[in-house]
């Protein structure tokens, strides 16, 4: 990764240096070629000058000692520097250029030159305008510059110059050469910032890399560091944090259900084994045999009792878990719970009552689910209530939600184990002893309560335990139905 964005990032300032690298070769170029423009115009203005402050014939003028000297000398100058032809014409039709010189020396250039084009530029310069062109005809493209000269306000003449193109651009070769170079050591130090700035900057990223691999690993308990990078690199490392905190929760609380498993499974298949064996053995005699027997099918109950509910906790987890809801009376369900544990009540002389505050009280609910919590809170409530104890399960409406509460009289519990009581093999007494339960009851009450998007809560209570649970109210079957409140109202 940081390799292919050191290849982005460089990619995109090669791209950028060479754009302004061009822009930056244009304007120069135009900048020099400009420059010398003027310069040619400066020198062509200066012959003019001494063309016009001449008296009478120019030619004949010029022929004489001192002024026929400074057009030759400035001439020669001009030649020197740009090989150039220079032509000086009068409103007469009277020439004097170079031509011999610059033919001696650039025969090409002067055999390139076009007539046409010389005469037509002298017209324009006749008439008063300073010309500068670049003529691309012929075998070598050329620069033309011409002025007039002015003689008592009127034009008099003129100055032409002519050269090859390549002489005044010449010398550009060593500017383009000179960006070339500035261009790549811009580029070597960005690239070298640039490459030192990435890898600092992407170093928690690497090690966010590392830490990831660690975790896939199975190890849990890595953490980056929160502190360094920007804002966004900031949250990330927060996030990554707190995703890594949640799956060492979940690691734990999967080693801690596999033990707790293990160890609810090997202690009836101990007491199993060891009773088989021992009566296959002859350790136990044959009288014996029955009440052993008895113990094995207690263990084996308590074996099935065990897997029937991680099944039913494994059903209600699956994303494809749903509910059957219907509108049934609350009221009743309660009642037929009832009855269905008076045998356990009676033998040990506990009081149960039903105090409904609304009755009947239609809810809309999964009926099978909403009994398996009522049922599975009442069997809690008997094995914790001491005998002649008391039991009792209620309801009252408060808005759209109905409140169902199951208490009881009993041994309580602990406010230790108040916040780790809806935890999965949690029991009160740590040791799990034989009828005390699988600790997956609460689990699972919990889990239907939030398929139903309400509230299991434990009450605070002087006396026992009370559970309350809510579930969304409904009118009665065969009547209409109020207006769907929308979202449940549920406890916290």
């Known amino acids: 990764m940081f390799a292919r964005i050191m290849a982005v990032v460089m990619a995109a300032i090669l791209v950028t240096a060479v754009c302004l690298s061009g822009i930056w070769w244009i304007t120069l170029r135009n900048q020099q070629i400009d420059a010398r423009l003027d ?116 034009v008099t003449g003129a100055v032409f110059i002519q050269t090859r193109a390549q002489r005044i651009e010449s010398g550009l070769d060593r500017i383009l050469l000179t960006i ?72 734990e609380g999967r080693k801690e259900f596999v033990a707790n498993v293990s160890h609810e499974l090997r202690s009836p298949i101990t007491s199993i084994r060891g009773y088989a064996d021992g009566m296959a053995d002859g350790v136990i005699p044959p009288e014996e045999h029955p009440k052993y027997l008895k113990l094995v099918a207690e263990e084996a109950k308590r074996m099935s009792v065990l897997v029937n509910d991680l099944l039913a906790l494994s059903r209600l987890e699956r994303d494809d878990a ?31 009552a039903c105090e409904p ?38 309801s009252r409406v408060r808005g759209q939600t109905a409140e169902i509460t199951v208490s009881d009289n009993g041994v309580g519990i602990a406010p230790e184990d108040r916040e780790k009581i809806f935890d999965r093999f949690y029991t009160a007494d740590r040791a ?28 605070d209570t002087d006396e026992g335990a009370s559970f309350r649970f809510t579930l969304e109210t409904a009118e009665a079957p065969g009547r209409p139905e109020v207006e769907d409140p929308g979202e449940p109202l549920t406890e916290t």
């Open 180 to 251: 070339v170079g500035v261009t790549a050591g811009v580029l070597v130090l960005t690239g070298i910032a640039l490459f030192l700035f990435v890898r600092r900057a992407l170093r928690p990223l690497r090690k966010m890399t590392a830490a990831a691999g660690s975790i896939a690993e199975g190890d849990f308990t890595v953490r980056v560091d929160e502190n360094r990078g920007g804002r966004e690199l900031k949250e990330v490392s927060h996030a990554f944090n707190t995703m890594t905190k949640k799956l060492q929760g979940v690691e």
């Open 322 to 352: 749903v509910l059957d809801l219907s509108v049934f009376d609350v009221n009743e369900l309660l009642r037929r719970a009832v009855i269905r544990r008076l045998n356990d009540v009676e033998s040990r002389h506990i009081e149960i």
């Open 357 to 394: 505050e609304t009755d009947p009280c239609y809810v809309r609910a999964d009926r099978d689910r909403i009994e398996q919590v009522v049922v599975n809170l009442l069997d809690n409530a008997i094995k914790f209530t001491r005998d002649a104890g008391k039991i009792t399960l209620s």
């Open 39 to 154: 310069y040619l115009i400066s020198e062509a203005k200066e012959i003019a000058y001494l063309a016009a402050s001449l008296r009478g014939n120019m030619l004949e003028s010029i022929r004489s000692g001192t002024a026929r000297d400074n057009l030759n000398k400035k001439a020669d100058k001009v030649n020197r520097e740009f090989g150039a032809y220079i032509a000086v014409v009068d409103r007469y039709g009277n020439v004097m250029d170079n031509i011999q010189t610059a033919y001696s020396e650039d025969p090409e250039f002067v055999q390139s030159l076009s007539g046409e084009d010389i005469t037509e530029a002298l017209r324009t310069v006749l008439s008063g305008k300073t010309i500068r062109v670049r003529l691309n005809e012929g075998e070598a493209p050329t620069f033309t510059v011409g002025v007039p000269f002015v003689q008592d306000e009127s």
């Open 432 to 459: 799990h002893t034989a009828g005390k339960g699988t600790g997956l009851g609460l689990s699972i009450c919990k889990r239907i309560m939030e398929m139903h998007r309400q509230s299991l809560r434990l009450l």
